[in-house]
């Protein structure tokens, strides 16, 4: 189909979102244990005979559905960015396949850099990147998108790697949807954008997809839209993601109101965003008070999570830059305990040895990533991984692993800044950009050594 305008949700009606009763029931259902804390919270204004009932229904359905990919996105147009460049983000989930890291490919018309399983290493699919075109993709599965049901497809890190390889253009991205024969095996919200500043969402489904053309007020009247796991011209009735919706809303508005939607600021902390989008407990608020014991706490359906995988931010280009300046910001591997980074795609294909694929396939910075989120999900029986040792992540002696990991990408950030902006500035100066490759190889061996 030809793709057109719809008007979004919008921002600033997450209460449009927030779970009624129907939906409180299904949290229930997704594991009492996870949820008891909450349950107050939930049930305080229900009449005993709705408690008797949500109690009921939360011990027939314990533990009955698995976790499925919950990724969160955020799409800005370069019309509000204090830069003017447009930002493209992403918090991956992932139900299985924790270890990934940014590739760059050569593909059939263009390179690109992209993030990728370690298991495949981008030989079948793409879970985001850019391409020296100044092409640029992001997907959050949508299961609402064919049918209430909830099917999730196969297609979205195929077609990723297709358009990386091929579109330089939203209107490309287009014809490659309108060209792929249906059902498309497809189910989720692409975010893109080019280097003509093209800047949209596009619901896409098994038999369409709507656009959302996030450069249009009349879409987007605050000049950006988020997007977790439904679609907003899917099934009303299958909202997954709800909650990490409003969370994102909150973070957005309050981003807006201080002036701090810019890269740096949602890059450190979209991803780091402790404020659950439902129950609105925050967990600095409940810091202990050391790390010299095991403090458990639920931790689902906020941004971060067990599955979370690794975090994406691509700023675009200006109308007077080339393609080649395109910057992925990126977090390869788990959000929580490791630093993020700029990655631009060079003449000579070079990118931090920390990140590129080692024994295992995996990078040395996600490994030691992992290695650090096992001290946080200690407990593997039952429904252990929905728990975090909040203790061994934050705690009021500021010994936690975020604590210790926030000062060292202070300083990487600090460096890449001044890299990204000598390669906008200066012409050939994709030697400082190597070189900060190599600082900060040597760097976070050093410190992680120390520090862990």
Same mark, same amino acid.
């Given at each position: 189909?030809?793709?057109?305008?719809?008007?979004?949700?919008?921002?600033?009606?997450?209460?449009?979102?927030?779970?009624?009763?129907?939906?409180?029931?299904?949290?229930?259902?997704?594991?009492?244990?996870?949820?008891?804390?909450?349950?107050?919270?939930? @049930?305080?204004?229900?009449?005993?005979?709705?408690?008797?009932?949500?109690?009921?229904?939360?011990?027939?359905?314990?533990?009955?559905?698995?976790?499925?990919?919950?990724? =969160?996105?955020?799409?800005?147009?370069?019309?509000?960015?204090?830069?003017?460049?447009?930002?493209?983000?992403?918090?991956?989930?992932?139900?299985?396949?924790?270890?990934?890291?940014?590739?760059?490919?050569?593909?059939?018309?263009?390179?690109?850099?992209?993030?990728?399983?370690?298991?495949?290493?981008?030989?079948?699919?793409?879970?985001?990147?850019?391409?020296?075109?100044?092409?640029?993709?992001?997907?959050?599965?949508?299961?609402?998108?064919?049918?209430?049901?909830?099917?999730?497809?196969? +297609?979205?890190?195929? @077609?990723?790697?297709?358009? *990386?390889?091929?579109?330089?253009?939203?209107?490309?991205?287009?014809?490659?949807?309108?060209?792929?024969?249906?059902?498309?095996?497809?189910?989720?919200?692409? +975010?893109?954008?080019?280097?003509?500043?093209?800047?949209?969402?596009?619901?896409?489904?098994?038999?369409?997809?709507?656009?959302?053309?996030?450069?249009?007020?009349?879409?987007?009247?605050?000049?950006?839209?988020?997007?977790?796991?439904?679609?907003?011209?899917?099934?009303?009735?299958?909202?997954?993601?709800?909650?990490?919706?409003?969370?994102?809303?909150?973070?957005?508005?309050?981003?807006?109101?201080?002036?701090?939607?810019?890269?740096?600021?949602?890059?450190?902390?979209?991803?780091?965003?402790?404020?659950?989008?439902?129950?609105?407990?925050?967990?600095?608020?409940?810091?202990?008070?050391?790390?010299?014991?095991?403090?458990?706490?639920?931790?689902?359906?906020?941004?971060?999570?067990?599955?979370?995988?690794?975090?994406? *931010?691509?700023?675009?280009?200006?109308?007077?830059?080339?393609?080649?300046?395109?910057?992925?910001?990126?977090?390869?591997?788990?959000?929580?305990?490791?630093?993020?980074?700029?990655?631009?795609? @060079?003449?000579?294909?070079?990118?931090?040895?920390?990140?590129?694929?080692?024994?295992?396939?995996?990078?040395?910075?996600?490994?030691?990533?992992?290695?650090?989120?096992?001290?946080?999900?200690?407990?593997?029986? +039952?429904?252990?991984?929905?728990?975090?040792?909040?203790?061994?992540?934050?705690?009021?002696?500021?010994?936690?692993?975020?604590?210790?990991?926030?000062?060292?990408?202070?300083?990487? *950030? =600090?460096?890449?800044?001044?890299?990204?902006?000598?390669?906008?500035?200066?012409?050939?100066?994709?030697?400082?950009?190597?070189?900060?490759?190599?600082?900060?190889?040597?760097?976070?061996?050093?410190?992680?050594?120390?520090?862990?």
């Amino acid at each position: 189909m030809v793709a057109h305008y719809v008007r979004d949700v919008g921002v600033g009606r997450s209460s449009r979102l927030i779970p009624t009763l129907r939906n409180k029931i299904n949290i229930i259902q997704r594991g009492l244990g996870v949820y008891a804390p909450y349950l107050f919270l939930l @049930l305080n204004n229900q009449p005993m005979k709705k408690v008797i009932v949500l109690l009921f229904i939360a011990a027939c359905y314990l533990g009955s559905l698995s976790p499925c990919k919950a990724c =969160t996105s955020v799409l800005i147009s370069g019309k509000i960015t204090p830069d003017g460049r447009p930002i493209l983000f992403k918090h991956r989930d992932a139900a299985s396949g924790m270890q990934n890291l940014p590739l760059l490919i050569q593909g059939e018309r263009y390179r690109y850099l992209a993030l990728v399983n370690a298991s495949d290493l981008g030989e079948k699919s793409a879970w985001g990147g850019h391409n020296e075109a100044g092409f640029a993709i992001i997907n959050t599965a949508a299961y609402n998108l064919n049918g209430p049901e909830g099917i999730d497809s196969n +297609g979205d890190g195929a @077609l990723m790697k297709r358009a *990386l390889e091929i579109c330089a253009t939203l209107e490309d991205f287009e014809t490659l949807l309108d060209t792929l024969p249906h059902p498309r095996d497809l189910n989720s919200n692409f +975010g893109v954008i080019d280097a003509k500043g093209g800047c949209a969402y596009y619901e896409t489904g098994n038999q369409r997809y709507v656009k959302f053309d996030v450069n249009d007020s009349s879409v987007a009247p605050k000049g950006y839209l988020m997007r977790t796991n439904f679609g907003t011209t899917g099934a009303p009735t299958l909202r997954t993601g709800a909650e990490r919706y409003a969370a994102i809303t909150e973070l957005m508005e309050n981003a807006e109101k201080r002036g701090d939607i810019n890269s740096d600021y949602l890059l450190t902390h979209i991803s780091r965003y402790l404020k659950h989008g439902l129950t609105h407990i925050d967990l600095n608020n409940m810091m202990p008070e050391n790390g010299d014991k095991v403090v458990m706490f639920p931790f689902r359906d906020f941004i971060p999570r067990y599955t979370s995988t690794a975090t994406m *931010l691509i700023q675009g280009v200006l109308p007077t830059e080339p393609a080649s300046k395109m910057v992925c910001w990126t977090i390869a591997g788990y959000p929580l305990t490791t630093v993020a980074m700029p990655l631009m795609i @060079l003449p000579s294909g070079k990118l931090p040895a920390v990140l590129q694929p080692t024994d295992n396939r995996c990078s040395w910075l996600c490994n030691k990533s992992l290695e650090l989120k096992a001290r946080l999900f200690c407990e593997d029986m +039952g429904n252990g991984h929905d728990y975090i040792n909040l203790a061994a992540l934050i705690n009021r002696q500021n010994t936690g692993i975020l604590q210790r990991i926030l000062p060292l990408e202070q300083v990487v *950030l =600090t460096f890449g800044n001044e890299a990204v902006d000598k390669m906008r500035t200066k012409k050939k100066a994709d030697k400082e950009m190597e070189k900060f490759y190599d600082w900060v190889d040597e760097f976070l061996t050093k410190e992680y050594a120390k520090l862990f």
